[in-house]
Every structure is written in C-alpha cells, then in structure tokens.
C-alpha cells in the first residue's frame, strides 16, 4: 500500500514538474486525502531529524543548521521554500525517497509551522526540536496562541529528543517543563545588549507565570517579551543555560557565545537570538568551530529581510513584518538612524497574512523620530493609514496608494533616505515594484 | 474645558486583536476637539476605584487563559460597576468583556464561569475549539440615529444567546452567534460587541456616539461635537463594505 501511494506522490511530482509548475505543496495536499490525514507516515527515515519552529526565524535558523552540516561533509534534505506544514513536508520527501519509501540522507532539516509540530513529528521520529519564540502572528488561522502552545506542550509531554528552548521568552522556556523526565532540554539565552530596556517597550504576551499565575519579574527586556524573567513565587526561569551570547555589540555587529566570538552580517538583537539558537545546535552536534564560525558569519538573505535597494539615488531599505515585533523593530533602526527619512508600508490580507490586520494596532508608532512623510499600500491601505493617523502623525503627511507602482514611485518623488515594511504576501509584489522602479529610473540593487 | 474620565480594565491581560486601540482612538478625536481625556488603568489586584466617578469603562477581549484569571477578580468588582453603570457611566465592552458581563460564559470544557448578571444574555463556547467564528463582520446599526454600517473582525468560539436588544443586523459574518442574524447588545449606555478591528477603528460614528454621551451624560443643554475630517476612516470602511457586500 505504501509503494502505490509513493508511486502516486511521484507521479504528481512528475506531471507537475512536466508542466513547469510547484510541486511544493500539491502533492502532500493529495496524499493528505489519500492517507486520511497521515501524509507523513509513509516514509521510511533512519536518519536524525531536526525541526524548527517559532513565530519569528524559522527560515534563517533552518537554513544556518543546515549549512553547518552541510559544510561539514553531510549529506542533508532542507525544505528551503518554506514548505512547512505536513504536505509540504511529505511533498519534500517524495521527491527524496525510493519506491520503497526510503529517504537517503543523513539529516533532515525542516523548518516546521508551530501549529504542525505534533501533525508532523507524531510521524517521524524527531531527534531536535529548537523553538525560538511565540509572538501573535496570524491568530485567526491558529486559534489564539495559548491554544498553539498548549499543542506543541503535549506535544514535548511524551518528547524525550533534544529540546534547545530560548530561554529569555516564556512562552518557550514554559516547554522545557512538559516531559520532567527528559534530561535534554537546553536553554539558549542572551545577556543585555544596549537597547535593552527595564520596563516592557512594545506590546506582549505571557506577562504571567504559565504555572503559578504571578506576574513574571523582569531583569531586562530585549525586545518585546523577550528577556531575563522569572517567577519569585515557582522559580519558573531559573535555569542553567547551556549557551549565552554576552558582549553584544550591534554597532560593530558582534557577539560572543561560549567563549568564541562572531560577526554576524545582520545586526539585529532578533538575529543575535536566531545565531545563538544555531551556536546552540553546532554545540550539541559537535560542529568544528571554524564551521560554525563561517555560516554564522556569512549567512544573509535577500528575500525582504533588510533588502537594501537603490531608486535612484535613494536608499531604500525593505523589511518583512507579519507581526508587531517585526514592524517595532523596523522603527527602531529607523529611529536609531539620525536623519530625515520617508516611510512606505504595505499591508496586505490575504489568507496566508491571516485575514485580520488589527495587529497593526500594537505596534508603536507613537515613536517615529523625523519621519517627514508615510506612503501606504496594499489591499489595507486605509486600515495601515488610519492606524498611523490614531497615533498622532499629521493626517496631511500620509498618503494613500493601494497601487504598489504608484506606491513606489510616490515614495521616490523626493529626496533622502527611505524605508519599506511589508507584511507576509505583500513582500515579493513589494520587492517586484521595487525593482521595476530601479530598472525605469536607475539605480542598481545589492 | 470638557474632559471625559475613563476607565480602561485589565489593558495588560485583554488586548487581543489590537482592542487597546479603542482607546487611543477614543482619546486621538478627544484631542482633536480640545477634549481632555483621563485615562486610568485597573487590573487584577489593583485598589478598588470608584467605578461610579467614571464616564466610561472600558474592557477589551483576551485569550481563554486571561479571561479566566481575571473573571474572579472581576467578580470583586461587581457592587461598584453595577452601581457605576445604574448611574449612567458608559459601558463599552468586546468580546471577553461583553461576555463577563452576562449572566455566566461556559467555556469550552463545560465548565461554567460566572458573569456579572448585569444583563440577561449568556455565552456557551461552542466544545469544538476548531469552529470558531471567525472573519470580517458587519453590521447595520440604528442607534446613532441614522442608518450606519459598521465593520470589524470577529473572532469568538463562544455563542451569545438572550439579547434582547442587539447593537445590529448581521450584514456578513456571523454575529452573536454562529451565522446569526444580529451582532452584539446596545442600550444607550452600553456596547456590547464581538467587533476587534479595532471597533472604533473605521466606525467614527461609534466613537463619538461615545463620546458625545459621555460629555452630555451630566449636563442639561448638549454639547455638539466639532466635526473632523473622517476622509480616511470612512474610505477604509468603504472599501470593506464593498468587498464584502458585492455579491
């Protein structure tokens, strides 16, 4: 029965690929039908497997494991289009796997949807869970985030594998507590860096102990909930940590973790956590340090994460936001910028962006420091502007432009220095626009 | 000069879906008219205020895990907020907080939280977590006066039943309850909704519905609300409306 259902999935893949189209997805779609939910089960794997999961990082942390052990000789399968629920999981595996269902390789590597953790794993034997962190983001297709984690909470109740947790975000670190019996739960962590904050900045969640109830103490705050905390009443968040980043200095873009130290080429405290989640893997694998040192160092991404984009003359600086961590954060380096600068947000609600855009709402844009115009876009283009009035920005500044191109190019239309915030669909059309502007009026793009 | 006080319950544990924003949009149009606007903040454990020295309160929604920490808290306070409420000081309520204020909310084990009893409708959380109402929502109100359609964002498992007196007739989405034909409870100092958005985000009417009855609630001659460019709240709305409504 299994070799007819793979022959099936290979034979999708097969005519899919005929016809030039994604074979990321559909397959796994069918097969979910097929085999009434359990899609994954099929396959045949011998080799370790390791999954990441979270709000925020996913594809950067998955592809740095992967480039660790790939750059150490291995053979590895990584679903690098972020096909992360089960069907693109399955449909990643078909295209890997003999008749017989075998898949060859000597680890895999998904990243994985929060939501499909227990879906996926309660099908393949997992070895490594990393969990980076839970911010609301698309509540409305997840159910609220307390429901998310209490799945992937049952999920650890009976998980005995390596559980590496971000220790400084209470939502993950309340993992670490599930199975008592598992001896292998590693907690990754970060010492105050210069923004650092004593008092909550931006908008949160799990203010209080998931076990007790009483309000969570803070030492510091990173970014949003992100921090030293802890439970004075059940000692929830005393824990040893098995790696910690110290000496964060964002200006010049290093870090030290275990004794050795690293540039990362993005400099932000987001990807100081991400790359500290990677120190933390290299470390239970045993990765030789000059390997763990050249992926940490080199790894960057061109795909609206921090783009950097020339129209013109004019530097414009995109970066993804599904959620209001990514958008707050975004301020932020606009803030830390001393000058004059314009803004372009487009926001978009499509089913993959979840259909309500409300979260808009908790980012804080009471915070905006020489910012002398704001452009918005997308299929919310009021919502996103009437936001950014409520605020207190002048009324008059803001214009509205559901077209991307005229988006664009009313950005463009004066000097100085410019930043973009798109949200999840409406990156790519964004970075598209973004180009065409460059290709029309000049401008080359890094 | 006029001031409106508020008070905003438990804003550290009911902010889902943005809720917060009610009130930054309530005290932005009140600073545009040279309102003052007092905002004060109550959560669990905090003194007991005197609800009744309020113009307005305020509670927004929250996850399942919040809602129970704070329904006992909140039962503390119900002698004061009845009191507040017979002595006209404006409820404004969403969706967890529309809940409390009924006569119980079971939630979806069937275990059964008690409300205030302050009006006559109940919530039972549909057992299934998976059906959820879920979606744009919008209705067709009365009580300003006029015809107003409002649009928001629903996202409730619980089903309200009893309401007597609706805020609206469901136009799309689901309302009260799953596919309902009416949306939240109104008297003239109480909204009650299921509207995230938030609510008052592209429903002007609705705020200074608010804020017209909190100015006026102790004086004789009215106050007119000084008119403002609404331009970009009531083009967000339309361009929903027309999505949603286009058949």
């Known amino acids: 029965m299994n070799s007819i259902l793979i022959i099936i999935g290979k034979i999708i893949v097969a005519v899919l690929r005929l016809f030039r189209r994604n074979a990321g997805n559909l397959p796994g779609i069918v097969l979910w039908h097929l085999t009434k939910g359990k899609c994954c089960k099929m396959f045949k794997v011998d080799c370790p497997i390791i999954a990441v999961t979270g709000t925020n990082g996913k594809t950067s942390v998955t592809n740095c494991i992967a480039q660790l052990f790939e750059q150490n000789g291995k053979k590895i399968i990584i679903n690098k289009e972020g096909n992360n629920l089960d069907t693109g999981i399955c449909s990643l595996l078909l295209r890997h796997c003999n008749i017989g269902g075998k898949v060859n390789a000597d680890y895999l590597i998904f990243e994985t949807d929060e939501s499909h953790v227990p879906v996926v794993y309660s099908q393949l034997k997992l070895e490594t869970l990393v969990v980076l962190n839970f911010f609301r983001d698309q509540l409305d297709r997840n159910g609220e985030m307390e429901t998310l984690i209490q799945k992937i909470n049952s999920f650890c109740k009976t998980f005995e594998g390596n559980l590496i947790l971000n220790g400084d975000d209470p939502n993950t670190a309340r993992l670490g507590r599930a199975n008592p019996d598992n001896k292998n739960v590693k907690y990754f962590h970060a010492k105050p860096y210069a923004f650092a904050t004593e008092t909550i900045f931006e908008a949160s969640e799990g203010r209080f102990c998931p076990f007790c109830g009483e309000a969570l103490e803070y030492d510091y705050y990173q970014y949003s909930h992100i921090g030293k905390f802890c439970c004075k009443k059940c000692g929830f968040g005393n824990y040893e940590p098995y790696i910690t980043a110290e000496n964060i200095d964002l200006e010049k873009s290093v870090f030290t973790a275990d004794g050795h130290e690293y540039s990362p080429k993005l400099n932000s405290i987001y990807n100081i956590y991400n790359m500290t989640a990677v120190a933390a893997a290299a470390k239970l694998y045993n990765i030789p340090e000059n390997v763990t040192d050249n992926v940490i160092s080199n790894y960057t991404i061109n795909n609206g994460r921090m783009e950097a984009f020339m129209l013109g003359d004019r530097k414009a600086t995109l970066n993804l936001a599904k959620n209001p961590v990514g958008a707050n954060m975004t301020l932020r380096v606009m803030n830390e910028m001393q000058t004059e600068k314009e803004l372009l947000f487009v926001l978009n609600d499509n089913i993959a962006d979840g259909l309500d855009v409300s979260w808009i709402w908790d980012i804080n844009f009471s915070v905006f420091d020489r910012v002398t115009r704001v452009v918005t876009s997308g299929t919310r283009a009021y919502d996103i502007a009437v936001r950014i009035k409520c605020s207190g920005y002048p009324a008059e500044k803001i214009i509205v432009c559901p077209d991307l191109d005229a988006a664009v190019a009313e950005l463009a239309k004066t000097d100085g220095r410019k930043f973009v915030i798109a949200n999840y669909t409406a990156v790519q059309p964004t970075r598209s626009a973004l180009k065409r502007y460059s290709e029309k009026h000049g401008g080359k793009n890094e | ?247």
């Open chain 2, 1 to 247: 000069m006029n001031k409106i006080k508020i008070l905003h319950m438990y804003a550290d544990m009911l902010d889902l879906y943005g809720d917060s924003g009610n009130m930054e949009i309530i005290a932005y149009r009140c600073k545009m008219r040279g309102i003052e606007c007092e905002i004060d903040k109550y959560s669990i454990d905090s003194e007991q205020p005197d609800f009744s020295s309020y113009d307005l309160i305020y509670i927004g929604g929250g996850a399942d895990l919040e809602q129970q920490h704070i329904s006992e808290d909140l039962v503390k306070c119900r002698n004061g907020i009845e009191a507040a409420y017979k002595n006209g000081t404006f409820l404004f309520l969403i969706c967890g907080g529309y809940q409390l204020m009924g006569k119980h909310y079971r939630d979806a084990d069937g275990v059964d939280i008690p409300g205030l009893g302050l009006f006559d409708y109940y919530t039972i959380a549909e057992p299934n977590r998976k059906k959820r109402c879920i979606g744009n929502v919008v209705i067709r109100t009365e009580f300003t006066g006029k015809t107003v359609d409002i649009v928001g964002f629903e996202n409730h498992g619980g089903q309200t039943n009893g309401v007597k007196t609706p805020l609206g007739e469901v136009l799309y989405g689901h309302g009260n309850c799953t596919k309902s034909s009416h949306e939240g409870y109104f008297e003239k100092n109480v909204i009650a909704t299921y509207m995230h958005g938030p609510c008052l985000s592209k429903n002007p009417e609705v705020s200074d519905y608010i804020i017209g009855y909190c100015l006026n609630r102790k004086i004789d001659t009215a106050i007119e609300l000084t008119p403002l460019d609404d331009k970009l709240e009531n083009d967000c709305r339309q361009v929903m409306i027309e999505r949603l409504l286009k058949k």
